[in-house]
């Protein structure tokens, strides 16, 4: 689950199993970039559509982990 909050947007919550959390990403998690395209002042549905993109076309994002 992605939140949006003056930071951007981050990662709220994560399923144990969701790739996002094998891939090593953690709660409070920012994201900067998907496929090379800002997230700031993007909405987080906006920001979900990119990441969900097409079955079967990798995505990459940027990612700031503060904290960890």
Do not use: K, Y
């Not at 939140?3 to 990662?11: E, K, L, M, P, S």
């Amino acid at each position: 689950t992605l939140g949006q909050n003056d930071r951007g947007i981050f990662i709220a919550r994560l399923l144990d199993d969701a790739p996002a959390a094998r891939a090593g990403l953690q709660t409070g998690d920012v994201i900067l970039t998907v496929d090379r395209v800002a997230a700031a002042g993007m909405q987080v549905g906006q920001v979900v559509e990119m990441i969900l993109g097409e079955a079967g076309v990798p995505v990459s994002t940027l990612v700031a982990c503060p904290g960890h």
